[in-house]
């Protein structure tokens, strides 16, 4: 069965410190990859896709960028992170070519002090 | 781009009782509308979706209705539990390409014993 993972569940990260959350699936082969974040009682918002291994597209132009160096891997990075990155970050994969729903990763909740 | 309302924000019920949460979407090439429940600090997941095709379905105490001349959706709960108490989440994309999904606000659902 396919499973995605999330780390870390946590994470506190001072102004201008740099960031790395990752994310992998398995069980699958060349699925679609999405970076959401959520910001306190919000909803979710489209960072990053990736339909295949190196293709990125952003969503909306910020303080972050994302990279997928392997076909089940899925990686949100800031060379400098800002207050108003802090939220919580949720990863998702869908079959690729499939019209299906998303499965959600369990997110990681970033704060920036 | 596609653009999803979804009301109420807050909705309290007595336990038993039905719930009904509706969205709105402005892309009338949107073809595929999940719903997503958020339990507190965990990431969102599908608890029913529909297709352009189809206008009604039902899982247990779950339905979904779709009016696509009238571009809205809407979730029906009934006989609520306490374990129904969650954020619920509209969604639509779609069927082509990388099938982006665009959540509406959430509504935050709280059953009362």
């Known amino acids: 069965s396919q499973t995605i993972h999330q780390w870390p569940a946590t994470l506190v990260q001072p102004v201008g410190s740099p960031l790395s959350l990752e994310c992998t699936v398995e069980?699958?082969?060349?699925?679609?990859l999405y970076w959401y974040r959520q910001a306190a009682g919000r909803g979710l918002q489209l960072l990053f896709y990736s339909v295949g291994i190196g293709q990125i597209s952003s969503e909306v132009p910020q303080n972050l960028s994302a990279s997928r160096p392997q076909d089940r891997q899925f990686i949100l990075s800031s060379k400098k992170l800002l207050l108003s990155d802090s939220g919580f970050y949720l990863c998702?994969?869908?079959?690729?070519?499939?019209?299906?729903?998303?499965?959600f990763g369990s997110g990681t909740r970033l704060t920036v002090v | 781009g596609e653009n999803v309302e979804q009301h109420p924000s807050t909705l309290s019920v007595q336990e038993g009782d039905s719930a009904v949460i509706k969205c709105t979407y402005s892309d009338s090439a949107s073809n595929y509308f999940p719903w997503y429940k958020q339990e507190l600090g965990k990431g969102p997941q599908l608890i029913i979706d529909?297709?352009?095709?189809?206008g009604e379905k039902k899982d247990q105490r779950i339905a979904v209705t779709l009016n696509k001349t009238a571009k809205h959706f809407s979730l029906h709960i009934t006989e609520t539990q306490p374990e129904d108490s969650a954020v619920y989440f509209c969604?639509?994309?779609?069927?082509?390409?990388?099938?982006?999904?665009?959540f509406g606000q959430g509504t935050r659902l709280t059953i009362n014993p």
């Open positions: 969604a639509a994309s779609r069927g082509e390409g990388a099938q982006k999904l665009v």
């Open positions: 998702a994969w869908k079959p690729g070519g499939a019209r299906n729903g998303y499965t």
């Open positions: 069980g699958t082969s060349n699925p679609n």
């Open positions: 529909i297709r352009s095709n189809v």
